[in-house]
């Protein structure tokens, strides 16, 4: 099997590194070699993130090169924009119908622009979801990272893996239910 | 058992594995997890030290003393302790002594991106490479071998993606590995000339069979897929080479790098007619490599500087890298990093932003933000601890000549202080200059991720412990004009800086307020009170769209065209408070929650 790459980015809080967290041990746990990458630098929030997911029969490079990624997963709609270079051209992209605005964005110095769904959709395969409004029906603004993974185990063809049981094991008991009642929902969107 | 761990945990898992008994260090990305990590093994004492030297040398007397020993730093810490490494060199070990370096190809948070491969032959210690993390365990076992059997510390040199990415290990238990018996033995510790002439000695022949083993071990290895095309790689390096070239050329994997294998690489070079060096940053193989008349391609195709991702291999290799996705890149905006809300140091910045009189001397911390938008207020910083030191030498410049009027003000935290800030302090007393010195003492190690330092009252194992206060310390230096300040009150804060630069003789400043995204301690508590409990709102009947909040930098402020008011994000906004003593029409108001 070719080695797949999965990039989940997003801004610092948004949950990426959970999510990660749980795709990397479950394909773990399927037999398949994995490696990621993240950058972790200063520990102020809210700078961009990423999370760089591979997997298959042997991998080497633990990073996704340009044009490299066959999904890219974004928790928040800029992010899909900065990060978009990194796809495939035949890739796909999730895409999490959310803003946080940046600083210069927020100062009012720079524009965020209205058009990022648009531009995104006229250039490759885009599938918007709205997984804060999904998290909010279930309760807990918090569980969107889960409801995105839950797309993302969906576009990539992994259900067969048992979800719920890496769930069990890798989340504090009082939240293994919400986020299996996530994943799922995440699934459904897409 | 089979885990998915990043090399930073690997590393803690291996020192485990080999019966390590003592660790300490300092943090600094992308090393600072592998102390968190080995802090989880009761087995194992772990420290934070002060800084790296200090770090380097508790971890020398531990060794000397019987324990296998390990001590981990990012790439510029291992120039603070190279004083200690230099000459433990000449000494050789008791207990085995490894110690990590973590370097930043592509200076993701770094200032510099120095290889500290070079420490190899400048320091006369072997070095080891891993690329994965299944490497980082096993190599610290190798290390701690290597390092009794040949009577030498031992350098492992990480990089950024091999600490900080996640791959499969197979774990085992720990070794049982007794203390020595300690035995003085002045002769192999003690420096003084005759000695160390002697040891000095010994240090060249170790080297001569360390080549030797170097070319036997099994750390560098040849895997011969019959091709004509020949890549040699390290560390991380290695795989990016695989993911390009994959079966299409043989390898010559080296991990243990320094002495460099010879014969190894003479043999490999008879089966390849091309040969390529793939190493993150310096040409210190390739110039082996060429040294014993071998050609080769290395950096004269592959940048000197940077990572050597795939991509980057494939347009320095084939002109171009894979294809990519061709859009208006100019709808992005950027997402610099910025001062958290609530962040204690904003209140400073803010402040001093507004003066003219002052050139500011900064240092490596969360601080350093201030040099950015909006307040632009740092002129110069240059390395952990630098601060007051580089104050002083421009302050005593600044008063030779008349016209520059200017008063410099030295900015460094307190884990920072701790660090080796002090030593510049004790310079401005001494040598009697007028610079200014702030400490924003926000109770904790804020950028590299929380650490607990000598001032917050616990180790990193949890234990509570005695608080070192930075007031008496201060005042015992000698200085004479201290203020203690709540950064978060701004008249307060206007005040101090005025009474500061209206002295003609050196002052400092403590600022004291926890950070915003510190775990809070007992004593915080009991000091600072209910602390981040309250929110603020803005009343958009009263704002008038002045952008005075704005100019706070504070990421939970926004600013609506459309309405031209200011809006508080109730989600991000912890009630320090700050944005409500700049507002000219009292817009912005506390709510309890
Ligand atoms: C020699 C050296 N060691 C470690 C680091 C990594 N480092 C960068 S900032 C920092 C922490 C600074 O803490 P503090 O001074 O308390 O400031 P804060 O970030 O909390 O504002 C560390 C350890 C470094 N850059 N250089
Ligand atoms: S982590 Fe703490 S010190 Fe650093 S910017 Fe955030 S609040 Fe300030
Ligand atoms: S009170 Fe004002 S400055 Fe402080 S965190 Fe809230 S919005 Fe930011």
Redesign the pocket.
Known sequence: METKSILLVGVGGQGTILASKLLTTGLMEAGYDVKMSEIHGM?QRGGSVSSQVRYGKQVQSPVIELGGADILVSFEKMEALRWLEYLKPQGKVVVNDFKILPMPALSGKEEYSEKILEELSSKVETKIIDAGKEALKLGNAKVMNVILLGSTIKMMELTDIDWNKIIEDNVKPGFVDINKTALEAGMKLV | MKKLMTGNEAIARGAYEAGVKFASA????PS?EILENIALYKEIKAEWAP??KVALESVCGASIAGARSLAA??H??V??AADALFTYSYQGVTGGTVLITADEPGQH???NEQDNRNYGPFAKIPVLEPSNSQECLDMVKTAFEISEKYDTIVLIRMTTRVCHSKSIVECSDRLDIPLKKYEKNGPKYLTLPSFSRKNRVKVEERLNRLEDFSNETELNRIEDNKSNIGVIASGGAYHYGKEVFGDEASYLKIGFSFPYPDKLIKNFSEKVEKIYVIEENDPIMENTVKKLGIECHGKDIFPSYGELTPDVLRKALYGKAADTIDYNKDLVVGRPPTLCAGCP?RGFFYEIAKRKDVAISG??????LGASEPYNAMDFNL???GAFSTAHGAQQVFDMNVDENKRVVGV??????F???INGLFNVVYNKSKAISVI???R?????G??E?PGSGYTLQGDPTEMIDIESLVRACGVKNIRVVDPNNLADMKETLDWAVGLDEASVIITRWP?ALKKFSKEDKEEFGDLFTSKYKIDFEKCIGCKKCIKTGCPAISFDKASKKSFIDILQCVGCGVCSQVCPVEAIERVEM
């Open positions: 520990s | 300092y943090a600094g990305t600072t800084n790296e730093m990012k510029v810490g120039n603070v948070s770094s200032q140091h240092d490596i911390g969360c601080y350093a390395c952990m601890g460094l935290g307190d884990s920072t202080f660090h080796t800030g924003l003492d926000n904790i190690t804020g950028m590299t929380h650490q330092n950070c």
